[in-house]
């Protein structure tokens, strides 16, 4: 509570800093810009003037600024603004006109007092409407500041919904993983296989990575190829020789860094919509390379050329509607993926630019 209450106490004397720094800024300038002009006068002269209108330019202000700007202007009641506005601009030129005239004329005008008198009209309305000039600037700033703040606060929210999602899409991934891996590690049991506890050590592996290091916005390219492999072991182990995996890595891998579990929706469908059925030759061939800054992925199936399937049904998993849309989110602009059913085989293609920025 008392840290609350010094951060308010920070805030409220920076904007009174700001504040004084605008009324001196203003005095300033108004007191310098007729001597700037040529203008035959002393600076004693025009400060007095500047600071006799002083107190009816920051009435005027801060009533605009605090009063009609948010329960006329911003609420459209703008000729209820009129109404009440017209009126005490009079009002304000008139009593400044009239300090100016009772006060420093006597001192620096007499002739001009003696010819006008007192209340000289034309004066009069050029003192309300300059008495608002000032202002309608101070207005113009509020604005500004009040829309850069909430820019500021509508993008902030939409990255905390961004991340929100992104949070949930990555969550999405490790029980629709983990259900399909168990699964197979379920069958070997039954069967006492051998390689059921091969199949344990790899699903740990790939635990171990989910729970622990893809928690973070991005990982090694490294790191992302190693699980794939562990991927791609567990499922050689269920399919045994009746299936064919070639995984190629070309260039320099080091230094690219990627959204984590980006790729393996990808290399998952291609086991489940292709490879899964009765096909006589099965097939799966993947490349990985990087040029510049670019990373390119490609993975290609066998299927049954006869089958029903099509590429609409081979897009409609959970696994490839998370990778398009976590591509929206985390590479903007900055991929492409194509999905090609050539009748005897599905082949996606992906294109992601890492560049920052």
Not at 290 to 315: L, V
Request: glycine share 4%.
């Amino acid at each position: 509570m008392r840290g609350i209450i010094s951060n308010t106490q920070d805030l409220s004397f920076s904007r009174i800093k700001w504040h004084i720094l605008f009324w001196l800024v203003y005095v300033f300038f108004y007191t310098f810009m007729p001597i700037a002009l040529g203008e035959d006068d002393t600076v004693l002269k025009d400060l007095q003037f500047v600071l006799l209108q002083l107190p009816l330019k920051i009435f005027a202000t801060y009533t605009l600024v605090y009063y009609f700007l948010p329960r006329f202007i911003l609420k459209k009641r703008y000729f209820a603004f009129v109404l009440i506005i017209l009126p005490l601009s009079f009002i304000l030129g008139l009593g400044q006109r009239y300090l100016m005239a009772a006060i420093l004329y006597p001192i620096y005008y007499p002739e001009s007092l003696e010819k006008y008198g007192l209340i000289y009209w034309p004066k009069v309305f050029y003192a309300a409407i300059e008495t608002y000039a000032i202002a309608v600037v101070a207005s113009v700033i509020k604005l500004l500041k009040q829309w850069f703040q909430t820019q500021q606060l509508t993008n902030s929210l939409k990255q905390e919904k961004l991340a929100a999602e992104l949070k949930f899409l990555k969550a999405q991934i490790h029980p629709h993983f983990l259900f399909n891996t168990l699964n197979n590690l379920y069958a070997l049991t039954l069967k006492k296989s051998p390689k059921a506890p091969e199949v344990v050590l790899k699903l740990s592996d790939l635990l171990d990575y989910m729970l622990y290091e893809c928690n973070v916005p991005k990982v090694t390219l490294e790191k992302e190829i190693k699980m794939l492999e562990n991927y791609i072991e567990l499922e050689k182990i269920r399919y045994g020789d009746d299936l064919k995996v070639e995984f190629s890595k070309e260039n320099d891998l080091s230094g690219f860094f990627i959204s984590p579990m980006l790729l393996l929706p990808l290399v998952e469908n291609s086991f489940k919509h292709g490879v899964s059925g009765e096909i006589h030759e099965k097939w799966i061939e993947i490349n990985l390379n990087t040029q510049e800054r670019t990373i390119n992925f490609s993975i290609e199936n066998s299927r049954d050329a006869n089958s029903p399937e099509r590429k609409e049904s081979y897009t409609e998993g959970i696994g490839l509607k998370n990778v398009i849309r976590r591509l929206e989110l985390v590479y903007k602009d900055k991929h492409q993926i194509k999905i090609d059913d050539k009748g005897e085989s599905y082949k996606v293609v992906l294109n992601i630019d890492t560049k920052e920025g």
